[in-house]
């Protein structure tokens, strides 16, 4: 029983801060290092995990539960039944939220949209999506999701961490981690939000942090207006040329610290320092849209002049990803829609069907559509049944997990394909179901990872995004 | 293929001649947690495959199903575990491809080695109380401290020496960085480089642990860990009332509380026998987990997460065990079973609590009131008066004897009256003159539900669907000391699993988020409730048995204003029924709110029920009022009802005791409420028992698997002494031979002062966690640590005053080839400074740094120090998060250092650090009288010691050209300074200036364009650019 005293040997085993160190800049090749835990122990080759499909997302997030009945997933029966109770045989005793699980009725409510087969493919898109549907032969619905949450923020938390406890890295941080950057000069993960969202539930930065992860993979939200990332602009008075000079005399006081310390971490923070300066140009840049062609503003739609809009948004995602950005997730917020849905979801898919459409027909014409891969969608669906006052014209629906609809384009998955189905009640699935950990694990495969091997040794355990779960969804891929 | 194994296992036997023998706990446990526990671990359940467990010799070496051993010590020719890491069939090979953590050959050599030599097995280290170590014959003349002796003797090993002390400049700055977090002014180097007496470091040393600014830079890290911050988290994320929790942590350290009873006190503060205020409010560590608000959420579900959180929390901050490993199932590394982690919820789930934060956001009960001093004998002393009434009112029974029948009882006449004999798309009539209809809220227009009239008891009545009610309005509002009384006949359709009748709660977000008088049917039963806060605070009762269905009856229930369960009252057809009490812990206002019958929004309504002649009285009616009203005879009233109603309404001297008590509760309550109410831990005899959640789901308690509180067993047993509560979880944790909680400070510590742990995985001292760099060190530590009386002061002030801390930080080329990360210490710390610490290094140089001890949170603009940066979990704070910091919503054991862009952003741009550079720029211009000892002040003040010639010559150059430009445009040097314009003069009358713009051109009349900036002094512009410079450097951001 003897305590030990560990060996030079043992307590000198590379450590990740030490081999982090030397990449910090996490460009492409050298962060890849990340996929294979340990790679050097392991003595393994440092490579992909197989080719990418997807170089780039965009992950157009819909937050508050877009409803999936007015807009992806047509039920007819719910119209011939409208009024009528939801039979006790579809529910099965499944938990409600405390907002409608306590009315003495549940009634069906029938969507208010009509749907129509769209594209060579058919697949079925609802009036109010008609732009969306325009571009079904390029689209994969998956009318099969479900998640575990039941509100707002565990729900948004799970689909944008792969986990609804706090404090897990975001989607977005795990590809700028695993992949690294494609661009020397912008952050690999930026996120954007929309300013003319109806803003029901607040969104968080947390939701784009890095988690346990190192904060240089936290998302950088880009923002519409004179300082489109923080502390971006010089402060008054300093020119460009008086900040490339302070970056001169920066590099000589680090050479003669570096020369005395034998520190890389001195070389990494002026390379850092450097970065920042070439973002004070790149990040202008990219954010002014005045050289679009008219008719490119055209295609996203009128409200793409207001900074900031959903279409504003979805312009500046594609120049991102025309400029190497690995993951660009927007969020727009407003579908929460308790009542008096179909006002509610009109007025958020005039701001959002337009410009998501564009966005693809854009990506595509650029060629760039085959190795981007878009996805929309909520954080969970809305019910069968009316929440609240129901009348001729107006009704409301709650949130609902067991099944909702999604989309995705572009990247490897297969266009004019729907997958997955619903009851006729559209209340629980009924083929294929697709866990928020099936679709990280198929947008990771996407992008060249194998989901099980993305991992992060944290507090002893090994961590991925999609916990110990998650399958590829094979069928929708192209 | 037999053959070819035995080859290949012979081929390691070779290698395994070689060497000395290997190590379990070193070189084998490792690899085995690493790779095969995960399957093959402690995990007794489903996780555990093929039977098998490697984590103990009988496991792993007993006869499994196929027949064969894993492991048979010292013969590896016939260990099935040999075979399966040799073999290249990929179905039968472990571990299996799918882990993706191949074994390498190394290790499968040290697998085999280790078999071979007999497969001996250790305890995990840090199970293993530490103790003192002999210190070795090492380091003479260098060593200062016997920790000194093992650093000295673990490098000479390694073929390294240890450096000498540090230069005094950098020695200083190193020792207020560490202690202080902030930075020595040039005249206090000045002065410590002057000081040439053998005790002028110690000196320093005992002044800086000393000081208050000490408290405040070591608080961070246990900010960090408990998940301090100052709002709820989760939507919403309302403001967390939180600060004065954090002020006893600061005063706690500045006061060098023993580690021992700063535990204690956090843990078990509200059980201790000395329990006061300071102590309650310690208990708050288990209380500032988030919460949330957001309508609909399920309230056990969140009540299970807040369980849960506190339990990771404890773990990880007091044991750096991942006990939140084994919520789900047993540990998979650790021995730690799903059980213990219940044993340790049980600890943690003793209070009577709500899920779910109200939707005004008060300090969810169990609250205790915050007193300045004095206010809490002032409190004493009103609870006296309150005693005293009750006794005096107790004797005021006295004199009464007449209980000769009552002839006639006045039922006084009610205030409101509402008889449901029209319904309008208003709402219905009330029957007292002047009385104000019932209504339909406007906001009900969002109900799915309806009333309609119906067939009462006189006349027509009213039927309820469950989800359509009626809004009372026009009444003066209920609070805690209006006595009440409430009639209604009811007709109850169905046996109601529950239904709101009555109540005054106004917005409901859901569950048990009530604050006013309710009138409940649960489970039959009718519930009467006057509520602060569901379930803490709150006065509840009853009835036994259930209503009958499908009949009509009289319900009557009367409060007494009195906040006691013992004054609610509920009669059926006007006589008292049996009740029992829910809760009496009603001590806190209600939300005043209108009444509303049969529904209430988010909540189940009167469903299939009737109602017909509801009455309100603003007084408690007596039982024989209330039997009269029903109806009942006076005359025949019993003995005891009839001296009852005497007492109440007759007797003077009870009247006026009552009226006095009412007075003196009154007094109480008002000057309760006046403190603040803050949240803390509470035994009670309503929490819900613990049970094993299956899977770890809130909604899957195994009712077959009661468990009591306790801790991990594995790691220290419990002392059966020890009361099974908080306190003697507390006792545990501080025990003498409790083995993780003194190294995990020890550790802490020094991670503070070095940049990083003796155990590098600091967060984690389980069996996946790192080894100890200097076992020998750890252990001295703790065990001194111990047995001196938990004293962090003096440990700290040791490994401060040890040759290992004061090296040179500036490595050889061989330390940096042997030893890149330093782990055996043969040369200084190197710490890349904490966001709080580079932002106050900033402030503190630019002498802007506005100082005070404890208080609110500050704004982030404001130069107070980072500690008291306003923490808002879901947006934490832009630089703090640049910087490496968490965001606070849960426990942070440990930080990472990284280096992005956004860092010198914040850095060069940010106007905290650009007005810093400014500040600093004009202190140094009068400092030095010319550039170059100018620039050198600046840089002292921001990096503590003289720049070197190169150093200076590339700022110096810096300063020229900018000097040169700033001469040219001095409007921008104004610009860099922030000289503000002199304000514009006074708008025109606003009407003049419509008119003008309405008249056309004529533009000189509009009101003049902003004057230009005023220049600024092209020396001091330059030297802020300077200042900026140097604070983006690794210079200001790095202790060397």
Redesign the interface.
């Known amino acids: ?1 003897s ?6 040997d ?3 085993r590379p ?1 990740r ?2 081999f ?1 160190g030397t990449s ?1 800049l996490g460009m492409g090749a050298l962060a890849l290092r990340h996929l294979v ?1 340990d790679a050097s ?4 080759a440092v490579g992909m995990h197989f080719p990418a499909k997807a170089k780039r997302v965009i992950y157009l997030f819909q937050a508050g539960g877009p409803s999936q009945f007015e807009t992806l997933d047509p039920k007819p029966l719910l119209r011939e039944r409208h009024g009528q109770d939801l039979p006790d045989s579809v529910r099965k005793g499944q ?1 409600l ?9 549940l ?1 069906l409510a029938g969507s208010f949209t009509e749907f129509k087969k769209y594209g060579l493919s058919g697949v079925e898109y609802s009036d109010i999506m008609a732009e969306t549907g325009a571009m079904a032969d390029d689209i994969c619905v998956i009318r099969s999701m479900h998640t575990e949450a ?4 565990p729900g948004i938390t799970f689909f944008c961490s792969g986990s609804q ?3 897990r890295p975001s989607m977005g941080a795990w590809a700028s981690y695993g992949l690294g950057s494609m661009n020397e000069n912008l ?1 690999a993960f930026i996120v954007l939000v929309s300013r003319d969202a109806t803003k029901d ?2 969104l ?3 939701l784009w ?1 890095s988690g ?1 992860l ?3 993979h ?1 998302g ?1 939200q880009f923002k519409a207006g004179k300082e489109p ?11 460009p ?3 490339r ?2 970056l ?3 590099g ?3 050479g ?3 020369a ?4 890389p ?2 070389d ?6 450097e ?3 070439r ?1 004070q140009t790149s990040v202008p840049e990219v954010t002014d849209i005045s050289g679009e062609s008219k008719e490119t503003l055209e295609m996203y739609g009128e409200s793409v002049s207001q900074p900031g809009s959903f279409a504003a948004n979805c312009l500046l995602a594609r120049r991102l990803v025309e400029k190497g950005v690995r993951f660009v997730n927007l969020f727009h917020q407003g579908w929460d829609n308790h ?1 008096g849905l179909p006002g509610g979801i009109r007025r958020q898919c005039k701001q959002t069907d337009k410009p998501a459409a564009a966005l693809i027909k854009d990506l595509k014409r650029r060629g760039l559509l085959e190795d981007t891969l878009v996805i929309w969608g909520g954080e969970f669906g809305r019910t069968a049944y ?5 009348t001729k014209e107006s009704y409301g629906r ?2 609902h997990p067991r099944c909702f609809s999604m989309w995705m384009s572009g990247g490897g998955v297969r266009g004019g394909h729907v997958h997955g189905a619903t009851d006729d009640f559209g209340y629980n699935i009924a083929a294929d179901g697709v866990h928020v950990h099936d679709l990280h694990a198929t947008m990771l495969h996407l992008m060249g990872v ?1 989901h ?2 993305l ?1 992060f040794k944290f ?3 090994y961590y991925r995004l999609t916990d110990v779960h998650g399958h590829v969804v094979k069928p929708i891929l192209a | 293929m037999r053959i070819a194994l035995a080859l290949l296992i012979l081929l390691y036997a070779d290698v395994a001649e070689a060497d000395a023998p290997v190590s379990f706990n070193r070189d084998v446990r490792p690899i085995l947690s690493d790779r095969c526990y995960g399957c093959h671990g402690p995990d007794a359940n489903k996780g555990r495959k093929a039977g098998l467990r490697l984590d103990e010799l009988t496991g792993a070496t007993k006869e499994l199903k196929s027949g064969e051993r894993a492991i048979i010590p010292g013969d590896i020719e016939n260990s099935e575990m040999v075979r399966r890491m040799l073999s290249t069939d990929p179905d039968d090979i472990m571990p299996p491809p799918d882990l993706n953590r191949p074994l390498t050959k190394a290790e499968r050599e040290v697998l085999i080695r280790w078999i071979k030599e007999g497969a001996k097995y250790e305890p995990h280290w840090a199970f293993v109380p530490p103790v003192r170590f002999e210190p070795p014959r090492a380091g003479e003349g260098w060593a200062r401290d016997p920790i000194d002796r093992f650093v000295a003797a673990a490098a000479s090993k390694a073929g390294l020496s240890t450096l000498p002390e540090t230069d005094r400049a950098t020695l200083l700055r190193r020792l207020h960085l560490a202690t202080t977090g902030l930075p020595p002014s040039p005249e206090e180097t000045d002065a410590f480089i002057a000081d040439k007496s053998p005790d002028a470091y110690l000196r320093r040393v005992d002044a800086l642990l000393a000081s208050p600014r000490a408290a405040e830079h070591q608080a961070v890290a246990w900010l960090d860990l408990s998940r301090y911050a100052d709002t709820w988290g989760y939507t919403g994320d309302k403001p967390m009332f939180a600060w004065p929790w954090r002020d006893w942590v600061l005063n706690a350290i500045r006061d060098n509380m023993p580690y021992d009873r700063f535990i204690t006190e956090q843990v078990a503060g509200d059980l201790l026998p000395d329990a006061s205020q300071s102590t309650r409010v310690a208990t708050a560590f288990s209380r500032i987990h988030r919460m949330t608000f957001e309508g609909g959420s399920i309230a056990e579900e969140f009540r299970q997460d807040g369980i849960a959180d506190r339990v990771a929390t404890t773990g990880y901050a007091f044991l750096s065990l991942t006990l939140d490993c084994a919520k789900c199932h047993d540990h998979k590394y650790d021995p730690i079973s799903q059980k213990d982690f219940f044993a340790v919820a049980a600890m943690f789930g003793d209070l009577d609590e709500n899920g779910l934060l109200d939707f005004h956001g008060q300090p969810p009960p169990p609250i205790t009131r915050l007193y300045q001093p004095g206010e809490e004998a002032k409190e004493k002393e009103l609870i006296a008066a309150v005693r005293e009434a009750e006794a005096l009112h107790g004797l005021s029974v006295n004199g009464i004897r007449s209980s000769a029948p009552l002839t006639d009882v006045t039922v006084p006449a009610p205030e409101a009256h509402y008889p449901f004999e029209s319904l309008t798309k208003v709402g219905t009539d009330n029957a007292v003159t002047n009385g104000k209809p019932a209504t339909f809220e406007r906001s009900r227009g969002d109900q799915l539900g309806q009333v309609e009239l119906c067939e009462g008891v006189q006349g027509k009545g009213l039927a309820f669907d469950g989800d359509g009610g009626l809004m009372l309005a026009g009444l003066e509002k209920y609070d805690r000391f209006t006595p009440f009384t409430f009639s209604a006949h009811m007709r109850l359709g169905e046996k109601n699993a529950r239904a709101t009748l009555l109540h005054s709660s106004g917005f409901y977000s859901g569950e048990g988020d009530a604050s006013g008088l309710e009138l409940l049917i649960t489970e039959g039963r009718l519930r009467w409730s006057a509520i602060h806060l569901w379930p803490a605070s709150a006065a509840s009762i009853e009835t036994s048995q259930e209503l009958p269905i499908s009949r009509w009856m009289r319900v009557t229930v009367t409060y007494d204003g009195s906040s006691e369960a013992s004054g609610l009252r509920i009669y059926l057809d006007g006589k008292p029924v049996t009740t029992k009490v829910v809760r009496d812990t009603l001590d806190a206002p209600f939300r005043p709110n209108s009444l509303e019958l049969g529904s209430r929004s988010r909540d189940s309504g009167f469903r299939n029920g009737r109602m017909d002649e509801v009455k309100l009285w603003r007084s408690a009616l007596t039982a024989a009022e209330v039997a009269v009203e029903h109806g009942i005879k006076a005359g025949s009233l019993d003995d005891a009802t009839v001296a009852d109603h005497r007492l109440r309404r007759e007797h003077r001297p009870w009247i006026d005791s009552y009226a006095k008590l009412v007075g003196a509760r009154r007094a109480l309550n008002d000057h309760q409420i006046k403190a603040p109410a803050f949240p803390v831990m509470r035994t009670s005899k309503h929490a819900p028992p613990t049970y094993v959640l299956t899977r770890g789901e809130y909604d899957k308690p195994d009712r077959t698997k009661p468990v009591g509180p306790g801790a991990p067993e594995a790691v220290l047993p419990w002392d059966p002494s020890l009361p099974r509560d908080r306190l003697g979880l507390a006792r545990w944790l501080t025990h003498p031979k409790q083995p993780l909680t003194s190294r995990v400070l020890v550790n802490r510590v020094w991670t503070q002062l070095f940049g990083q742990g003796l155990v590098t995985s600091g967060e984690n001292f389980g069996l996946m966690g790192d080894l100890p760099a200097h076992l020998e060190i750890l252990d001295t530590l703790a065990a001194d640590f111990v047995s001196g009386g938990w004293d962090v002061r003096a440990l700290m002030r040791r490994i401060l005053l040890s040759a290992t801390f004061r090296q040179d930080s500036t490595p050889t080329k061989k330390h940096r080839e042997k030893d890149p990360a330093n782990r055996l210490l043969a040369r200084g710390p190197v710490i890349r400074l904490s966001a709080e610490t580079v932002r106050d290094q900033a402030l503190q140089a630019g002498g802007l740094l506005k100082e005070r001890f404890g208080g609110a949170s500050a704004q982030e603009h404001e130069p107070y120090r980072s500690v008291y940066v306003f923490r808002k979990r879901t947006a934490p704070p832009d630089d703090m998060l640049i910087f490496d910091a968490g965001s606070r919503e849960i426990c942070q054991p440990k930080r990472l250092t990284t280096n992005t862009p956004l860092q010198a952003l914040v850095l060069l741009n940010n106007p905290t650090f650009v007005s810093a550079a400014n500040s600093v720029a004009r202190r140094a211009q009068t400092a030095g009288k010319d550039i170059d000892a100018r620039i050198s002040y600046a840089f002292r003040l921001l990096c503590g010691r003289t720049p070197g010639a190169d150093e200076l010559s590339a700022l110096r150059e810096l300063h020229r050209q900018r000097r040169e430009e700033f001469a040219a445009d001095p409007v921008a040097a104004g610009l860099v300074l922030g000289i503000k314009a002199a304000p514009p003069p006074a708008d025109p009358p606003k009407g003049n200036a419509a008119k003008e713009k309405k008249a056309g051109p004529e533009k000189k009349s509009q009101p003049a364009a902003p004057a230009p900036p005023p220049p600024g002094d092209p020396d001091i512009a330059a030297l802020s650019l300077v200042a900026s410079t140097i604070m983006a450097s690794d210079a200001f951001v790095t202790s060397r």
Not at chain 1, 386 to 390: I, P
């Open positions: 029983m305590p030990f005293i560990p060996t030079y043992a307590v000198m450590t801060r030490h982090l910090a835990p122990a392991a003595g393994e938990r939220t405390g907002m409608s699980g306590n009315q003495s009725r009634p039941i509100n707002h923020d406890i706090a404090g952050p539930q607040p968080y930065s947390r942090g346990f190192p904060s240089e936290q950088v990332v923080l502390y971006l602009t010089n402060p008054e008075g300093v020119s040329h008086a900040r000079g302070m001169d005399a920066l000589k006081l680090n003669v610290q570096r005395s310390e034998l520190d971490e001195v990494a923070r002026l390379a850092q320092a970065m920042a300066y973002m009542g009316c929440q609240g006052k129901m709650d949130h194998n099980e091997r991992t507090q002893g355990r």
